[in-house]
Every structure is written in structure tokens, then in C-alpha cells.
């Protein structure tokens, strides 16, 4: 027995056969709007009511693109993003006026008939044979709605669009069948609900609510007769009848509506009159979209949160169907970025380097023991202006990064301490540290060893002439001494390095693994993201457990449902043991060693220097007990050599990691930490070694990381040099001078 339309009329089949006599007889399309003869007899050829009931009703309404809402960790807006502005709201929340005016402007009988207006279609005929043209239309609001739901479902593909909204039999006839079917399941408040918040309104507002805040800056529940009588006349026309940009035409329109109104009854003509000369009041609010309106300067970190989310198998397992819900939107996302600390580290930047330098800065925090990505900022801002990026310097390339990550010199020697801290040798390890040397001959690693072939060998030297020791490693790291760190690497093999940084999750800024040799695994020659080294070195503060980077802490669709998110992972990476030794080292870099410009005033920190080849780039990374931060200073295209430049303002005739980086992230700190608990490292003790000559005690530098051209030296033969001092026998003997430009952490060399 035929299907019939809830609240009684004619059924499916009698719907149809109906419409299709009059459209074949007529010669116009479905929904009203004239066609050729030849097109309806196209239509009449398939046929019967048979034919058209194996149309399939099955209209799959997707979920309505939305704005997505990017929140900081204590629920404040970052940004928001969308493909289409929109904002769902119930038909309740929809002013009444509102309701009324679309309906009269657009589909005066939507109440009095099913999913096809006879009526309509006739009066609209008889008006375009009168005319000559197709002056009116029949399509009925419902019909509207489905266009509207095909158009949705194409998103931004242009030929699905041109699919969406082409003037074909064949469409029509399908958009009629499955107006028919919505009529029957929805009913017509549903109807109406739907189709004021599908419905594009122009200035890229899709949905009424939208379409409210941008024109009046106000919730679509509030709009006025005037202002919902403006906005039920855009609908016909949204670039005709904006009120933006062509006030006459959207009064005209208007005023239209309101004596549309006036004539059906929903309103009187004194309130129509009244209405008509009321001048048209904007309150514009200009679109928001996108990680460039992130407040703080977190637009990095919004960028971040993105790449995360299209790339993250959690939310899909295809990159289509990661894409679909990203764009889809209507999610709201609560991250981990504390925006004390964002604010914080925005104010650091700002006060150190300007956005008109020639070099930027990249800062990022992190939390230990949770990889919580509490601030993220740069020098040049996001955006695509002179000075501006879109390219987030604190990340890999995978996720937006430049594509190789920057040089990060000395700050690398730690993963190296650790692994042989780790593998037993003492925190009292002495090596004879010559001022200079060559590399060693051959070095083991995990596969094949590496061998110092150059011609001439590879060299290397520290930053003064006055270093040379023996060192003990808790002096080789405050100052920052290039050759102790390469002998110490001679002893134990690159194999422990790579294992380490394997658990620390240190990988170069393309996201491969570091390459073993000398002067990667020392002296930081090869690129790593702030991101990398923030997390790296979370781990000493974390007592030896590493946590991977992490930056939502939950995301929850448009009907509320709880999305599951990237959880960090903890492994322990070194022993507790292990890690206190190195934080009690990496104290002494910020206390009286080369970082003694970025220590913090009452409270335990520790940190390490680096600046490498040419002083392209220049690092400090350090950390409390509860945060973790690295700071970067350099030109992202590594052109600029930061000797004789003016940073912030400030003319630097030399630059090191402890002098511009350390101060910024010393006020980073500071400010992000202010009003938190300052707890104490754990620490070891580190018996001081014999005393040898008082060597330049003034102000500390980060002078491992910058070589000079070898100067010519003497072998000392096989024997120890350093009586009363333990060397390892691999040590005794070698090449100390001689050789051609110093390998450093920089790009020369092996």
C-alpha cells in the first residue's frame, strides 16, 4: 500500500505522479524553473511512477561543517578554524522573526503543503509564460534544504559542487524524491531548524547564527523584525543584497520581506511600515578563522595542534578520513598550552628579538613527567606578511617545521655525558683535553666503525687557547670543552650515544635518526627542532623518565561525544642515578660555567649552552624540576653569522648560547613559573679533582662550540703527558696540532 506523508495528503507515489504530469505537460523542471520542451519530454521518457519510485530515499544528511573551538588548558579561546563558519543552534534559540521571515520571503505556503507545492509550480508557470523568462521559481523550502544538503556533502570540491547544484532532469527529479522522504521523517519545525543552519548568508557565514554574529554581532535568538527581515533577504542573493557592501540593495530587500510578511499575516502593516524606515544597523564583527587570529602568539602552537590531528592515526586511519572530521569541524579542543607560560614566553621574545632582526628566536616549554606543551612561540610571527612565517621553527618538518631543524652545538654534550655516566664511568671522568687535536683515527660504533679519512684529518679545537687540560667532566661542562667531550666519545664508542638519544627521542628535524659520527654525536653538528631538545632534556628534570610531547588533553564533537586523544608515553630512558648526575652538572653550566646569564633567582635550575659554526645558530636549553625549555637564536635559512649584529636592539660583537639565548630563556622561565612550586633536584655528589692551573675564570662562555684553524703542535709521544692523572690508555698519545678548520657544531667536516 502506498507510503503516506505524516499528517495525512496525498502519499509518495500520488505526489509524484502528480508533479510529473504537470511538469511534463508544462515543460518545466521539478522544482519550477523552466527548461527547454525537449527536457521534460527527457523526463517523461523515464517515465512511469514506477521508474520513479527506484529512486533511491535514502538521503544521508551529513553532520553540518562547523567552526572547531581551540581552547589553552584552563578552557580560554586560542583560536577558532573552520571551512565554513557555522554554528548549530536548536530552532528554540532561533528568534521568532526570523523563523517567520524565511518562511515568508522564501516559502509562504511551507506550512499548507507537503514536500511539492502544485500551487506553486502553477502560479510560478503561469507568471514565466506571462513574462517570457523565468522570473519565479517553485521551489518549496524543503527542496531548498536538500540542495542545500547536497552542496554541503560536496564541501570544497569544485566538481562535486558543480554536481551539487547542476540544472539537470536527473537532479531534480532525485532532489524531489528525497524532499518527499524528509518531509515524512523530519516534519516541518525540523525542516525549518535545519534549513536556517545550512543556509549560506554571505561574508562567509553559513547557519543563522553565524550569519547573526557577523552582521550584528549577536546570538541569532535576539534579532529584531528589521534585522531578520535583512537577513531572510540576503538568503535569495548573499553577494547581491549584502548589506556590507551595498546598503540600498539590502534595504530594497529588505523591505520587501517585511511587506512579504505583512501581506501572510505575521505581522501587521504599521509594524511593516515602522520597520521599513528604520535604517539599516551593523555591528559588523569581521571574520575570525584560523591559526593567525590565535591570541598570545600561539599561533604555532594552534598550527601544532592541526598537524597533530591530520596526521595522528587516533583520529583515523586514512589521512581522508582525518581530513573529513578536521574540516567537518564543530570540535572542541582543550590543549595543554598554559597560557601563563605562552604569555610569558611571548613577552621573553618580544623584549629580546624583534620581528625586524635579522635572525629569529624559537622557544618552547614543556612539562616533565607529563610531555605537556605548555608555550610555544617565535620572533617572526605567524602569518604571511613581511616578516612573517608560516613555518613553526620550534617543530620537525612533519608537523611545519623547517626542513632540517637547526644545529644545536654544545647542548648536545649531555646525551653524550649521560650515556657514559650511564655505561659506568665516573662523574669524575678526566681526559687530557688538549686545547687542540685531531679527531681520533677510528671511532666503534654500532655497525661498521667510523674513521677519521680526511685529508687532512679532520680536526677539532676549543674556544681559547687558555683551555687545555686535564679536565674533570664537571669542568669540561661548565666550560663547554670540545675536546674532552670527543675524547670521552673516543672511549665509549658512538654505540651508547645513539641508544640514549634513541630513548630520549631525539631525531633531526626531517624525522631521521641521527647519523653516527664524532661531530654529530658531540658537538651537535646536525639540525634538531626546540621541541626535540625542550622534551630531551625533560628527562634529566624527570629523574631519567623520558615523556613524548603532547599537546590536547581532550576533543569532544558538536553533540558532546568524547574523542580519544594522543596520550604521551613514558619509558625510562637513563637511571635516576644517572639523571641526578647530569642535573647536578648542568647546575654548575648556569651557576659558574657559560650559562651564568640565564640562572634563575631562588630556585633550583640547570641548563646548557651551544653555538655553533660561523655562530649561525646559538642555543640555551634548560630546566627546573618542573619545566623544561630550549631556546633557539638563528637565521632559519643559516645565512647570517652573528658576529657585529644588532639582536632586540642590542649590538652583540659576538654571540653565544649563554648570552642571547640564555637571557630569553631565563625570562621565558621566570615569568611561566611564577607562583609555582620551586622543589629542589636531586642531586650527587661530585668529589672536585685535583687542582691544575687557574685558567680563565671570568665570565663563562659557551667556548666549546666555536673552532679556529689548527696552529701546529707537537706529538707527545706514547706516554702520559698529565702525571698523577687517570687517562684512559686509548687517550695517551695522538696528534695535538696541526690540521685544517675546526670541526665543530656546524655543518664542516665529517
Keep these: 500500500m502506498p507510503k503516506k506523508r505524516s499528517g495525512g495528503g496525498l502519499s509518495t507515489t500520488q505526489q509524484a505522479a502528480k508533479f510529473l504530469g504537470v511538469a511534463a505537460l508544462s515543460g518545466v523542471v521539478l522544482a519550477g524553473i523552466a527548461l527547454p520542451a525537449a527536457g521534460a519530454l527527457g523526463l517523461a521518457t523515464k517515465g512511469t511512477v514506477e521508474g520513479f519510485d527506484e529512486i533511491p530515499a535514502n538521503l544521508k544528511t551529513p553532520p553540518l561543517s562547523q567552526r572547531t573551538t581551540i581552547l589553552d588548558s584552563k578552557g580560554g579561546l586560542i583560536a577558532s578554524v573552520y571551512s565554513r563558519d557555522r554554528t548549530v543552534v536548536p530552532l528554540k534559540n532561533i528568534s521568532p522573526y526570523m523563523q517567520k521571515a524565511i518562511v515568508a520571503i522564501e516559502d509562504a505556503r511551507f506550512y499548507e503543503h507537503g514536500a511539492i507545492d502544485l500551487k506553486g509550480i502553477l502560479r510560478a508557470l503561469n507568471r514565466n509564460v506571462q513574462t517570457g523568462g523565468t522570473t519565479e521559481g517553485a521551489s518549496t523550502l524543503t527542496q531548498q534544504y536538500?540542495?542545500?544538503?547536497?552542496?554541503?556533502?560536496?564541501?570544497?570540491?569544485?566538481?562535486?559542487?558543480?554536481?551539487?547544484?547542476?540544472?539537470?532532469?536527473?537532479?531534480?527529479?532525485?532532489?524531489?524524491?528525497?524532499?518527499?522522504?524528509?518531509?515524512?521523517?523530519?516534519?516541518?519545525?525540523?525542516?525549518?531548524?535545519?534549513?536556517?543552519?545550512?543556509?549560506?548568508?554571505?561574508?562567509?557565514?553559513?547557519?543563522?547564527?553565524?550569519?547573526?554574529?557577523?552582521?550584528?554581532?549577536?546570538?541569532?535568538?535576539?534579532?529584531?523584525?528589521?534585522?531578520?527581515?535583512?537577513?531572510?533577504?540576503?538568503?535569495?542573493?548573499?553577494?547581491?543584497?549584502?548589506?556590507?557592501?551595498?546598503?540600498?540593495?539590502?534595504?530594497?530587500?529588505?523591505?520587501?520581506?517585511?511587506?512579504?510578511?505583512?501581506?501572510?499575516?505575521?505581522?501587521?502593516?504599521?509594524?511593516?511600515?515602522?520597520?521599513?524606515?528604520?535604517?539599516?544597523?551593523?555591528?559588523?564583527?569581521?571574520?575570525?578563522?584560523?591559526?593567525?587570529?590565535?591570541?598570545?602568539?600561539?599561533?604555532?602552537?594552534?598550527?601544532?595542534?592541526?598537524?597533530?590531528?591530520?596526521?595522528?592515526?587516533?583520529?583515523?586511519?586514512?589521512?581522508?578520513?582525518?581530513?573529513?572530521?578536521?574540516?567537518?569541524?564543530?570540535?572542541?579542543?582543550?590543549?595543554?598550552?598554559?597560557?601563563?607560560?605562552?604569555?610569558?614566553?611571548?613577552?621573553?621574545?618580544?623584549?629580546?628579538?624583534?620581528?625586524?632582526?635579522?635572525?629569529?628566536?624559537?622557544?618552547?616549554?614543556?612539562?616533565?613527567?607529563?610531555?605537556?606543551?605548555?608555550?610555544?612561540?617565535?620572533?617572526?610571527?605567524?602569518?604571511?606578511?613581511?616578516?612573517?612565517?608560516?613555518?613553526?621553527?620550534?617543530?620537525?618538518?612533519?608537523?611545519?617545521?623547517?626542513?632540517?631543524?637547526?644545529?644545536?652545538?654544545?647542548?648536545?654534550?649531555?646525551?653524550?655525558?649521560?650515556?657514559?655516566?650511564?655505561?659506568?664511568?665516573?662523574?669524575?671522568?678526566?681526559?687530557?683535553?688538549?686545547?687542540?687535536?685531531?679527531?681520533?683515527?677510528?671511532?666503534?660504533?654500532?655497525?661498521?666503525?667510523?674513521?677519521?679519512?680526511?685529508?687532512?684529518?679532520?680536526?677539532?679545537?676549543?674556544?681559547?687557547?687558555?683551555?687545555?687540560?686535564?679536565?674533570?667532566?664537571?669542568?669540561?661542562?661548565?666550560?663547554?670543552?670540545?675536546?674532552?667531550?670527543?675524547?670521552?666519545?673516543?672511549?665509549?664508542?658512538?654505540?651508547?650515544?645513539?641508544?640514549?638519544?634513541d630513548k630520549l627521542g631525539v631525531v633531526q628535524g626531517d624525522g631521521s635518526k641521527l647519523p653516527q659520527n664524532p661531530s654529530t654525536l658531540t658537538l651537535g653538528s646536525n639540525g634538531l627542532s626546540p621541541l626535540t631538545m625542550a622534551s630531551a632534556y625533560a628527562a634529566f628534570a624527570n629523574r631519567g623518565t623520558y615523556c613524548t610531547p603532547i599537546a590536547m588533553q581532550s576533543v569532544s564533537t558538536a553533540d558532546g561525544t568524547s574523542l580519544p586523544v594522543p596520550k604521551t608515553s613514558c619509558s625510562q630512558a637513563m637511571s635516576p642515578t644517572t639523571a641526578d648526575t647530569i642535573n647536578t652538572l648542568l647546575r654548575g653550566v648556569v651557576d659558574s660555567g657559560t650559562g651564568q646569564e640565564a640562572g634563575l633567582q631562588n630556585r633550583d635550575n640547570a641548563g646548557k649552552t651551544g653555538t655553533t659554526d660561523a655562530r649561525k645558530n646559538a642555543w640555551f636549553v634548560g630546566y627546573t624540576p618542573n619545566m623544561s625549555g630550549a631556546v633557539w637564536v638563528g637565521s632559519p635559512s643559516q645565512s647570517v653569522e652573528m658576529e657585529r649584529i644588532t639582536i632586540g636592539g642590542v649590538y652583540q660583537d659576538k654571540v653565544y648560547g649563554g648570552q642571547v639565548p640564555g637571557p630569553i630563556w631565563r625570562d621565558a622561565m621566570t615569568g611561566a613559573l611564577n607562583g609555582v612550586a620551586a622543589p629542589p633536584f636531586n642531586t650527587v655528589d661530585i668529589p672536585d679533582p685535583p687542582k691544575h692551573d687557574e685558567r680563565d675564570r671570568g665570565r663563562g662562555r659557551d667556548r666549546g662550540d666555536e673552532g679556529r684553524p689548527g696552529a701546529g703542535g707537537k706529538k707527545p709521544g706514547g706516554k702520559n703527558p698529565f702525571p698523577g692523572i687517570t687517562v684512559p690508555p686509548n687517550l695517551i698519545g695522538g696528534n695535538t696540532g696541526g690540521g685544517n678548520r675546526g670541526q665543530t657544531g656546524g655543518t664542516q667536516g665529517p
Design 146 to 501: 536538500v540542495k542545500n544538503v547536497f552542496v554541503e556533502e560536496a564541501g570544497d570540491d569544485p566538481d562535486k559542487v558543480a554536481q551539487a547544484t547542476q540544472q539537470t532532469m536527473g537532479r531534480k527529479v532525485q532532489e524531489l524524491k528525497y524532499a518527499i522522504q524528509v518531509e515524512e521523517e523530519l516534519g516541518k519545525k525540523k525542516i525549518l531548524e535545519n534549513y536556517l543552519n545550512i543556509t549560506f548568508f554571505g561574508q562567509q557565514a553559513y547557519g543563522i547564527e553565524a550569519a547573526s554574529q557577523r552582521y550584528f554581532s549577536k546570538s541569532a535568538k535576539d534579532l529584531t523584525l528589521e534585522e531578520s527581515a535583512l537577513l531572510a533577504g540576503v538568503v535569495q542573493s548573499p553577494s547581491r543584497y549584502d548589506p556590507v557592501n551595498d546598503t540600498a540593495e539590502a534595504t530594497k530587500r529588505r523591505n520587501m520581506v517585511l511587506q512579504r510578511m505583512a501581506d501572510v499575516g505575521d505581522i501587521s502593516k504599521a509594524q511593516a511600515e515602522k520597520a521599513k524606515a528604520t535604517p539599516i544597523k551593523l555591528k559588523v564583527k569581521k571574520p575570525q578563522n584560523g591559526c593567525i587570529t590565535a591570541v598570545s602568539g600561539a599561533g604555532f602552537f594552534c598550527d601544532y595542534v592541526r598537524h597533530v590531528f591530520l596526521t595522528d592515526p587516533v583520529f583515523g586511519k586514512t589521512k581522508e578520513d582525518r581530513a573529513k572530521i578536521w574540516n567537518r569541524g564543530g570540535l572542541t579542543i582543550r590543549t595543554t598550552l598554559d597560557p601563563q607560560s605562552q604569555q610569558s614566553v611571548q613577552a621573553s621574545i618580544k623584549s629580546h628579538v624583534y620581528k625586524t632582526d635579522k635572525v629569529a628566536t624559537a622557544v618552547t616549554l614543556v612539562q616533565p613527567g607529563t610531555g605537556k606543551i605548555m608555550g610555544m612561540g617565535q620572533s617572526k610571527p605567524y602569518g604571511f606578511g613581511t616578516n612573517e612565517t608560516q613555518y613553526n621553527y620550534s617543530v620537525n618538518k612533519s608537523m611545519g617545521g623547517s626542513n632540517y631543524g637547526f644545529p644545536t652545538g654544545s647542548t648536545f654534550k649531555p646525551f653524550l655525558a649521560a650515556a657514559a655516566i650511564q655505561g659506568g664511568k665516573p662523574a669524575t671522568q678526566v681526559y687530557p683535553s688538549p686545547y687542540e687535536m685531531d679527531y681520533p683515527d677510528t671511532v666503534r660504533s654500532c655497525g661498521k666503525p667510523w674513521v677519521n679519512d680526511g685529508v687532512p684529518k679532520y680536526h677539532l679545537e676549543n674556544e681559547s687557547e687558555t683551555e687545555k687540560g686535564p679536565y674533570a667532566l664537571r669542568e669540561a661542562m661548565e666550560k663547554s670543552v670540545n675536546t674532552y667531550f670527543v675524547q670521552m666519545l673516543q672511549d665509549i664508542g658512538m654505540c651508547p650515544v645513539s641508544q640514549m638519544t
